[in-house]
């Protein structure tokens, strides 16, 4: 009976070999499955950017379009004629008709709750006899992306007011006050926006001229 020799091309693997390309395909994967790790990391940290990004660009320009339609409405503040407008370092509330229909009063402020800090926005009544007071708003959002809200105004000058000089000798505006009667010249409004996975958070600025307005 003749024994027939298998060539080359047709004996099996031998067990060295199998143990290298199990060894090479698992190598293989693991870069494969890595590369698309990483890449769909950057692609929701983008996304997240992207998305926060948004947020803050309608916030800023909700913000601007409020102030351009800012309404010095006349109240009471401690017993003096006042102004409806109200600034702080972080917080930001004032009369407006920036939905073209009846004035309504909206504000702005940082608020944490025992969590992280965010943006709140809230809406209020108008006419409201308690501005400076304790009113309960009938709108509330809050904004969780926006982690940081900074608020400074420049009050409105005529040739009589000189101002104050600071440090350098140069002219400063006088500081503003709700009972100036009247609304600040301007308002500058910044905000933080913390993106997931950003390696430092985002400011967006914008300053807004508040033009002198009757109340309706």
């Known amino acids: 009976m003749k024994r027939h020799r298998l ?12 143990l290298l390309t199990m060894t090479i395909l698992a190598l293989a994967g693991a870069l494969v499955s890595g590369a698309l790790g990483a890449g769909l990391r ?29 309404v010095g409405s006349p109240v009471k503040k401690d017993g003096e004629h006042a102004v409806a407008f109200d600034a702080g370092e972080e917080h930001l509330r004032f009369v407006t008709i920036a939905a073209g229909q009846a004035p309504v009063q909206v504000s702005y402020g940082m608020q944490a709750d025992g969590g992280d800090p965010c943006l709140v926005y809230r809406e209020f009544p108008w006419p409201d006899k308690e501005f400076f007071g304790g009113s309960h708003p009938r709108r509330e959002e809050r904004i969780v992306e926006v982690t940081g809200f900074a608020v400074s105004v420049v009050a409105r000058t005529d ?22 009667g009247v ?7 910044a905000i933080t926006v913390a993106a997931a996975g950003a390696a430092e958070p985002r400011q967006y600025q914008v300053t807004v001229p508040i033009p002198t307005r009757v109340p309706r």
């Open 159 to 180: 040739e009589s007011d000189t101002g104050e000089t600071d440090g350098g000798g140069e002219l400063s505006p006088p500081p503003w006050s709700p009972t100036d």
């Open 183 to 189: 609304l600040p010249a301007s308002v500058s409004v």
């Open 7 to 18: 060539r080359g091309s047709q004996r099996g693997l031998t067990l060295i070999e199998l």
């Open 42 to 70: 950057a692609w929701q940290q983008g996304l997240n950017s992207g998305r926060e990004e948004l947020v803050a660009r309608i916030v800023v320009e909700r913000i601007a379009t409020q102030l351009r339609a800012a």
